[in-house]
């Protein structure tokens, strides 16, 4: 109990949060498409269907496969790199990014329009790969986001800001970064308040990292695990948890596990794990 009260202490602080952001909000089948088939160095390696939990598996892809086929057909016209990476963000929040829901997944985006910063970097991050960008998704405490690289200058997209989320001025990205890196600057609080829940001081972050598609697939069963640990469903929360290090194996997913795990204890009296 001694070795684990650190963490309880700090995971106690943050799990009744999760990736999230939300008082800023403004709303607004086949595996191989005809583009993918015309330039299959494109072929996007992560597919949409790993971000779909096992169970959801029958979840319809039509709005999905309706985006990429409009932005196929807008790629074929050569446009500057530029006026394409505005043209996905754009789409992707008319056809699939409707309302902003604090722990939504992918199936409740595909479903329903729901999402979060999680599954909407997620949408962002497969079609960043599918038109060739090369971009980061950074991993904060309480929240994700992405950088695009294009010729010499970095462009963020903030999923959960339809309106002002593609950033490109130097400054402004600037300033952005340096918030969630913790160098100073209160500009991106007032955009984008965090992962994991509500958030809105980044002052004290301690996560500023890189992830790749696959660790974002571990970041959403992370984030659906807290929503069950809050509802004290241990059992649920500890297979979600589970599930998250198969992708991640970063130190707070296995953190809450060890938490849940050790609350389950006390909760129904036995190891939950035999």
């Known amino acids: 109990m001694a070795k684990t009260l650190p963490i309880i202490l700090f995971l106690l602080g943050i799990v009744v949060l999760g990736f999230s952001q939300e008082s800023r909000i403004q709303p607004v089948n086949s595996d191989f498409s005809s583009w993918e088939l015309a330039y299959p160095e494109t ?10 939990n096992e169970y959801e598996k029958n979840t319809p892809l039509t709005n999905w496969e309706a985006l990429q086929q409009e932005l196929d057909q807008k790629a074929a016209k050569k446009l500057d ?31 329903q329009g729901k999402y979060d910063c999680v599954s909407g970097t997620a ?42 989320g593609m950033i490109t001025s130097t400054s402004a990205v600037s300033n952005y970064l340096a918030a969630y890196s913790g160098e100073g600057g209160v500009v991106a609080r007032n955009i984008s308040e965090g992962l994991a829940g509500t958030r809105v001081n980044t002052a ?25 640990f809050n509802l004290q469903e241990y059992k649920k929360a500890i297979d979600l948890l589970t599930k998250a290090l198969a992708y991640y194996p970063s130190e707070r997913i296995e953190g809450l596990k060890e ?6 204890y006390h909760s129904y009296g036995y190891d939950i794990r035999n």
């Open 43 to 52: 072929k996007n390696p992560v597919s949409i269907r790993l971000f779909v």
């Open 81 to 111: 790199s530029l006026a394409l990476l505005r043209l996905i963000f754009q789409k992707t929040h008319t056809r699939l990014l409707k309302n902003y829901k604090q722990h939504s997944t992918v199936e409740d985006l595909l479903n």
């Open 123 to 164: 949408l962002l991050g497969l079609l960043l790969d599918r038109y060739g960008y090369s971009y980061e998704i950074v991993e904060t405490d309480y929240h994700v986001f992405l950088e695009v690289f294009l010729n010499g200058k970095t462009v963020i997209l903030e999923s959960t800001l339809p309106v002002g």
């Open 204 to 228: 004290d972050n301690t996560i500023f990292r890189k992830v790749n598609l696959h660790e974002l697939v571990g970041l959403q069963y992370y984030n659906e695990a807290i929503v069950h």
């Open 259 to 264: 938490l849940s795990i050790e609350l389950a």
